[in-house]
Nanobody, 124 residues
Framework: VQLQASGGGLVQTGGSLRLSCADS????????VGWFRQAPGKEREGVAC????????YYADSVKGRVTVSRDNAKYTAYLQMTNLKPEDTAVYYC??????????????????WGLGTQVTVSS
């Protein structure tokens, strides 16, 4: 598994972004994908997770209702659609994978593979 997150950028408050997490190794369909973010001076926060088959999703309270996680296993890619973005969503966003199910999705230590992050900046 070789993950790469992309799709970040600068948006205004209320805007939307879709982040992608692509696996160039071609095996992401066996793994759950978690999304994390880390703002300057803050701990890494788990925000969402989707199981390997896509049938189970989890969302942190901080993003629930504004974020949708999905995946296209034929493309070995997972997505994080973010809407109604707020300045407090500004962070580097990372994707990570763990076997099949999300488990304790907010615990970064249980993920096996991590991609490089993508910066999301929300201006007020």
């Amino acid at each position: 598994v070789q993950l790469q997150a992309s799709g970040g950028g600068l948006v205004q408050t209320g805007g939307s972004l879709r982040l992608s997490c692509a696996d160039s190794g071609g095996s992401l369909d066996y793994y759950a994908v978690g999304w994390f973010r880390q703002a300057p001076g803050k701990e890494r926060e788990g925000v969402a997770c989707i199981s390997a088959g896509g049938g189970t999703t989890y969302y942190a309270d901080s993003v629930k209702g504004r974020v949708t996680v999905s995946r296209d296993n034929a493309k070995y890619t997972a997505y994080l659609q973010m809407t109604n973005l707020k300045p407090e969503d500004t962070a580097v966003y990372y994707c990570a994978s763990q076997d099949f199910e999300c488990g304790n999705y907010r615990d970064a230590s249980i993920y096996d593979y991590w991609g490089l992050g993508t910066q999301v900046t929300v201006s007020s």
